[in-house]
């Protein structure tokens, strides 16, 4: 069994709002990446320094405990946080998750520090892994050091790269990885969600 945390940190600036909020098939984002979620875990969270705003939810809430760090210190938080030895994190504004990718990635999560996809080499998908506890000591080193690269602290623990060919049999069109962070994102989300739902 591994933790879940939901991470709604972010400022949402370049979308003018705050994303998790924004309806996706005609229900808040966040109300639909806690449906697609709950099922795997028996301790779900989401990381905000905005508690106000995501009380309603009825989950619990963590915030940040090296404030203004940016999305490792949302990191370090939830792993932190997280009851078992295995946090999957995912981000608040992923309306088209899969229930099974998401469980392939925690059945691998014993063979590494971090599982994560990589979809488009060099970056990975980092607000869609798995992380373990023994993060902690590398993250918290790159935090102290404001070095917020949120993938710097890889190079210290053991990562499990989960390949576009393995992706490929859960997600075929990687709709798992969509997010929204402009006016233009929530757009083609929404044209997304209507060719889903039609199909």
Not at 5 to 24: C, H, N, P, T, Y
Not at 67 to 74: I, Q, S, T, Y
Not at 83 to 99: G, I, Q, S, T, W
Request: net charge negative; proline share 7%.
């Amino acid at each position: 069994m591994v933790s879940i945390a939901i991470l709604a940190g972010g400022q949402s600036k370049r979308m003018g709002r705050d994303k998790a909020f924004l309806e996706v098939g005609g229900q808040p984002v966040i109300e639909r990446v806690i449906g697609q979620v709950q099922t795997l875990t028996d301790d779900l969270f989401i990381s905000t320094n905005s508690p106000e705003k995501y009380a309603h939810l009825g989950l619990p809430l963590v915030p940040d405990i090296y404030p203004d760090k940016a999305a490792l210190g949302g990191l370090y938080s939830v792993i932190q946080a997280a009851r078992h030895a295995h946090v999957l994190v995912v981000a608040c504004d992923m309306p088209f998750l899969k229930v099974a990718l998401l469980q392939y990635l925690i059945d691998l999560a014993p063979q590494a520090d971090v599982v994560v996809p990589l979809i488009n080499p060099p970056q990975p998908e980092t607000l869609h892994a798995v992380y373990s506890k023994n993060c902690l000591p590398a993250i918290e080193r790159r935090l102290l050091a404001d070095q917020l690269r949120l993938i710097g602290f890889f190079a210290d623990v053991t990562v499990r790269y989960v390949e576009r060919e393995e992706i490929i049999e859960f997600d075929p069109e990687f709709h798992s990885f969509v997010n929204m962070n402009t006016p233009e994102d929530w757009h083609r989300v929404q044209a997304i969600a209507k060719a889903v739902q039609d199909s």
